[in-house]
């Protein structure tokens, strides 16, 4: 097995006194380190690089002293050690050193060769820790990276499954949908006009594009709940008993159930299970009144009802529009809440049917457009 050679530590000296310079240097070499001199501070930088593993200054230099050129080493960031030669004892000198981060102080002349040395092996040793530790956080910064695009790719492959788990969902509640229209072909016809009306009216009301998502859902599946009603009841030829009344009330909280298991459809759920709420707090199933209805709640009980009375049962006869509009303003602060009712009234021409029903090419935009 090849055994790695370490690297000779490499030394670089200013002095601008040659004789320091070159005894500095001999004593150096003869502890095996690598040495380059430079007479000042100018020469030192211009000489320089981050191959250098300790840095020796004197501090009287003409042009840039030691101190100043120390100040020009820490801008450059190199983290190598600096240790000062000084024949000089002035506290003031030791202070400002100190302050600059020198590593260590050298006495000229030197005396004590095997001390001299022990202060380069500890100033070799620091340089060695500061480059360790910088390749440690340079792997470190690495390997978080890599980890953090490796999460971004995962995180797009989750998204993805969770876009088609949800359009799955979506395309099988659909089914479920169409299950309950077979029952009632009211009801089909009806499900349209109130997720256009809903879908229109939000859109008035400047809903943002996710709102407009969420409020297409649940006006699409807000009478699901149906599914589990008794054929007779939905078909029924004229106005149902009390009994079969409550059955009937029974289908928001049976259709939000039906939708409870779908985390993403949250606000759906609770959109289906209040939509037949009132503002004063007498609706079903919950009682719930005034701000504890979300816009979109009271969005689509607006539309839903105006359908229900513009609409042909075999009971009763429907309302026209004006009649329709009249009720909705007369149960205003009521059952309905005031502002959607502008809204919904202001707006009266965009509902019209052959205004809102679209052709399948150009729902299916619509529909692109809303989820995305």
């Known amino acids: 097995m090849q055994v790695k050679q370490e690297k000779t530590p490499k030394i670089l000296v200013a002095d601008d006194d040659a004789l320091v310079c070159s005894t500095v240097r001999k004593i150096l070499e003869t502890f095996g380190y690598q040495v380059v001199t430079t007479t000042g501070g100018n020469e030192l930088l211009d000489t320089l690089d981050s191959s250098f593993d300790v840095i020796l200054i004197d501090i009287n230099m003409p042009g840039m002293n030691g101190f100043e050129t120390i100040e020009k080493l820490n801008g450059r960031g190199l983290g190598i050690p600096v240790l000062l030669l000084t024949g000089s004892d002035s506290m003031d000198d030791a202070v400002k050193a100190i302050n600059l981060g020198v590593h260590d102080f ?3 002349p030197i005396d004590d060769l095997d001390i001299f040395n022990v202060r380069i092996k500890r100033a070799v040793e620091k340089r060695n820790f500061v480059l360790q530790e910088r390749r440690y956080k340079k792997g470190l910064e690495e390997d978080i990276r890599k980890k953090a695009l490796q999460l971004e790719e995962q995180n797009k492959l989750l998204r993805a499954y969770s876009d088609s788990l949800e359009n799955a969902t979506v395309q099988l509640m659909s089914s479920l949908q169409r299950a309950m229209e077979e029952k009632d072909h009211y009801t089909a016809g009806h499900t349209m006009r109130v997720t256009n009306y809903a879908v229109i009216l939000g859109a008035v009301r400047g809903l943002d594009n996710h709102d407009l998502v969420v409020l297409r859902r649940a006006a699409q599946f807000h009478d699901i709940g149906k599914l589990v009603i008794d054929l007779s009841c939905i078909q029924k030829n004229g106005p149902l008993s009390p009994e079969e009344r409550e059955l009937i009330n029974e289908h928001p909280g049976v259709g939000a159930n039906i939708i409870k298991p779908l985390g993403f459809m949250e606000r759906e759920q609770f959109i289906i299970r209040h939509h037949h709420e009132r503002i004063d707090g007498t609706g079903y199933p ?16 607006v539309a839903d009802s105006y359908d229900a009375m513009t609409s042909s049962r075999n009971y009763r006869r429907n309302m026209n529009i004006d009649e329709a509009v009249s009720e909705l303003v007369r149960c205003s602060g009521s059952q309905f809440d005031g502002e959607i009712v502008q809204s919904f009234t202001e707006n009266i ?7 809102f029903l679209m052709s399948q090419p150009y729902q299916a935009d619509f529909n692109h457009k809303l989820i995305n």
């Open 349 to 355: 021409h965009r509902f019209r049917a052959d205004q």
């Open 286 to 301: 919950d009682g719930l009144a005034g701000d504890q209805l979300d816009e979109l709640t009271k969005i689509i009980t």
């Open 106 to 108: 050298l006495s000229k």
